[in-house]
């Protein structure tokens, strides 16, 4: 199922575990939500060094912006 959408299958599992917490009942739905955070720092290196940083609260941001690093890295 997950490769006819087009994408990974960890982006697939964890949408679907996101949208799974967001069905619970509480108090399991605000405990389930909170371990949902993410916190990733993205950094574009180039010449050895690295040239910039974003941090990243949103796993769909992430994902986002790390589709679109990879293109620019391949031209």
């Known amino acids: ?3 006819a959408t087009g994408v990974s299958y960890l982006r697939y599992s964890n ?6 917490r967001q069905c619970l009942k509480e108090p399991y739905r605000e405990k389930a939500l909170a371990r949902d955070k993410v916190h990733m720092v993205e ?3 180039a010449g050895g060094s690295v040239q910039s940083k974003v941090t990243l609260e949103d796993l769909a941001k992430g994902f986002e912006t790390s589709g679109t690093s990879s293109a620019d890295a391949k031209k």
């Open 43 to 45: 950094k574009i290196w």
């Open 1 to 3: 199922m997950w490769r």
């Open 15 to 20: 949408e679907m575990a996101s949208i799974l």
